[in-house]
Structure formats: C-alpha cells, structure tokens
C-alpha cells in the first residue's frame, strides 16, 4: 500500500503561488504515475496534473496549462505542484494521487491511491 500526505495550501491572493508537497510511503514510490486532482465545493473531483514515474512526462488539465508545474523527486518519495497565477476559481481541495497501472496520459478513475488533500483558497 501507499499512503499519501499532502501540505502546504492556504490562502493566497489571485496572482499569487503556492507550492504544496505531497509526501508519499509505502510501495515502490518510483514506479507510480503521480497526480494531482482537486475538489471545489459542490463539486466533482477534477484532473489538474500529472507526472510520469521518470519525472520526464507530464499532463495537465486545459485550464492549469501554463500556471501550474507539476514535478517528483524520487529521491524524497515527493511529488511538487507550483502554481503560478491562482485564480479565485483555483479555489479547492488539492488532493494528491498515486497510480500505479502505468495508464498515459492518466485518467481520473485511473487513480489507485489518494491522500487527504490539503485546502487552497485563492482570495479575489
């Protein structure tokens, strides 16, 4: 099994960045696609990002293309998501994904492991 912690969210202006972590342990850390998805209230979980197990292969979601990086340092079993020029509507529950079926580009039902999430309130 995996078990995944995200940190740091909080509360930023629009136009601001946060950077939160998502530690990972358990299995094999390397060998997952790792990803982040988000939760806004009332609505359904969203795909944000994506990146391969090599770090080298990455997918986002339309609406983060060109603000938010996602990347993993394997060394550290931690996967990163810089994101750049939050918008109010950015606004969610980040939660942190493990996959380990080896599907490209990942999809949501894809996901075998969640963590449980870290909240981003981006103020207007």
């Known amino acids: 099994q995996v078990q995944l912690v995200e940190s740091g969210g909080g509360l930023v202006q629009a136009g601001g960045s946060l950077r939160p972590p998502c530690a990972a342990s358990g299995r094999t850390f390397s060998g997952y696609t790792m990803g982040w998805v988000r939760q806004a209230p009332g609505k359904e979980r969203e795909f944000v990002a994506a990146?391969?197990?090599?770090?080298?292969?990455?997918y986002y979601a339309d609406f983060v293309k060109g603000r938010f990086t996602i990347s993993r340092d394997n060394a550290k079993n931690t996967v990163y998501l810089q994101m750049n020029s939050l918008k109010p509507e950015d606004t969610a529950v980040y939660y942190c994904?493990?996959?380990?079926?080896?599907?490209?580009?990942?999809?949501?039902?894809?996901?075998?492991?969640w963590g449980q999430g870290t909240q981003v309130t981006v103020s207007s």
């Open positions: 994904a493990a996959d380990f079926g080896g599907t490209w580009p990942p999809r949501l039902l894809d996901y075998d492991y």
């Open positions: 990146v391969s197990w090599s770090g080298r292969g990455t």
